[in-house]
């Protein structure tokens, strides 16, 4: 038995090499054109529409196949033309053969965009230090597979969860869990497991420091925000809190982790339901839709059985902005 963070950097490193990972799992960004991106370019146009920068630097960590940037760039190309312009896209990636597949896919659909690729390892930020800083940054379903850990308390005792590599788990009683530990633990349901997300706290925090004035993040994923997301009963949940695509190891996002901690740092922090952000955006109530090369929203009629909460969420903080 291994604690969770261990047994995810041992995993994962392995499975995010492989160019086929995407037949293995569906996403909000997969599809050409997708919902999700066409609302991050909007919001995005509206919060530079009188920007006076020559250059808007762009970065996205974890770009997949290329889909979540191009519907980002096809849409703010029809929207506005001369923003476009300026733009100097950043891909990021852990796979090589994925991140040319990624670049490639972009500058066969926009050939003088400005457009770079980089090897980068969200498990390791801090080797991440680039010469410029962004504007934007942006990722999707990338915190929820980065090295985090468990716990969970029991009768008024904390314990770490430890895991083998078919998922199976055991404890391991914590005889001085820290004030963070004990904290998150007293606010959520007794008996539930928790993952602390530490990786994703340490990623984000590094690319923070690159963002230039006024500038924003925004990370889409799937987890939990409050304790009206604890629907299931503790077995449930506990089952499915951690779950296994393949041979990568994925775990929820406690959204309330990070937006507590940056919100202690003084930093300007939002987390809200995605399919909010896509509502906000375009001023309809978007429903879920289950496409075979990916989900995505729709504003008409879904195709998706289940019409419910889908618990994935963004959050998003803003540089230089009063709290």
């Not at 569906?26 to 006076?52: D, E, H, M, V």
């Not at 962004?134 to 990338?142: H, K, P, S």
């Not at 690319?207 to 799937?222: I, P, T």
Request: proline share 2%.
């Amino acid at each position: 038995m291994l604690a969770l963070d261990k047994l995810m950097v041992k995993q994962n490193s392995f499975y995010y090499k492989n160019k086929r990972l995407y037949s293995d799992f569906l996403t909000y960004a997969q599809r050409k054109n997708n919902i999700l991106g066409q609302a991050t370019a909007i919001n995005f146009s509206n919060k530079f529409l009188q920007s006076n920068s020559k250059i808007l630097n762009v970065l996205e960590i974890g770009c997949g196949n290329g889909s979540f940037a191009l519907s980002f760039l096809t849409t703010l190309k029809k929207k506005n033309k001369e923003l476009f312009k300026k733009i100097n896209y950043t891909l990021a990636d852990f796979s090589d053969p994925i991140l040319n597949s990624a670049f490639n896919n972009i500058k066969k659909s926009f050939p003088s965009i400005k457009l770079k690729k980089i090897i980068f390892d969200a498990n390791a930020p801090s080797l991440f230090k680039p010469s410029l800083h962004f504007d934007y940054i942006r990722a999707n379903e990338l915190l929820t597979d980065l090295a985090a850990k468990v716990f969970v308390k029991k009768e008024n005792f904390f314990y770490e969860v430890l895991y083998d590599k078919d998922l199976n788990f055991s404890f391991k009683k914590i005889k001085k869990p820290s004030n963070q530990i004990k904290e998150l633990l007293n606010y959520f349901p007794e008996g539930f497991f928790i993952p602390i997300n530490f990786s994703a706290k340490k990623l984000v925090t590094h690319l923070y420091n690159f963002l230039s004035k006024e500038a924003y993040v925004e990370f889409f994923d799937y987890g939990f925000f409050s304790k009206e997301d604890f629907i299931l009963d503790s077995e449930e949940w506990n089952k499915l809190i951690v779950r296994k695509y393949s041979s990568q190891i994925t775990v929820d996002l406690n959204f309330f982790y990070l937006y507590s901690y940056f919100r202690a740092k003084k930093i300007s922090a939002k987390v809200e339901l995605q399919s909010d952000y896509v509502k906000n955006i375009f001023g309809q109530q978007p429903s879920i839709a289950l496409y075979k090369n990916g989900l995505d929203y729709a504003f008409k009629n879904s195709n998706f059985e289940f019409q419910e909460q889908d618990y994935f969420y963004v959050l998003s903080l803003e540089k230089n902005k009063k709290i």
